[in-house]
């Protein structure tokens, strides 16, 4: 595992701001540890590479804009068009909606329970019980038995 007191250092000795006593102590851990170096050559070469791309300036307005294009879309939501119509609903004082949206909530409240619920109540078959109607029961005397064959599945 890498020490961390190193990980802090990687910035300090590619820009070359170490103490000579830091950097023969960062380099002695650096040599022992390939994980280390691979990781501190990476940077390195990232680094290099930002420095070489150019400047690029934006518009003076890019920030307003910005903040302008996240404003609208805040406002524009679809979580805030169901939320003010759903604040809507209840600010009026209109009875039958009222009513309306109280029925509709104790209906999907109902439903959920009730789905929720359903596998709870399954009825588990005894495989002993052989009075049930529902089994096939294979009556034929062409073999002369007098228990008759029961299929269930493919036990015989």
Do not use: H
Request: proline letters at 1%.
């Amino acid at each position: 595992m890498i020490d961390n007191k190193y990980l802090e250092k990687i910035t300090d000795y590619i820009e070359k701001t170490l103490t000579k006593k830091d950097k023969i102590e960062f380099e002695s851990y650096m040599n022992k540890d390939s994980e280390f170096k691979k990781i501190v050559n990476d940077i390195e070469l990232n680094t290099s590479a930002l420095k070489k791309l150019d400047d690029i300036e934006g518009p003076s307005d890019f920030v307003v804009k910005l903040n302008q294009r996240i404003d609208e879309y805040e406002n524009s939501g679809l979580f805030n068009q169901i939320s003010s119509k759903i604040s809507n609903l209840f600010l009026k004082s209109d009875t039958l909606t009222l009513l309306s949206g109280a029925s509709l909530i104790i209906i999907l409240s109902f439903s959920f329970f009730k789905f929720s619920n359903s596998s709870v109540n399954q009825q588990i078959v005894d495989m002993n019980d052989f009075n049930d109607s529902s089994m096939a029961i294979n009556d034929s005397d062409s073999l002369n038995i007098e228990d008759p064959v029961l299929l269930l599945g493919n036990d015989k």
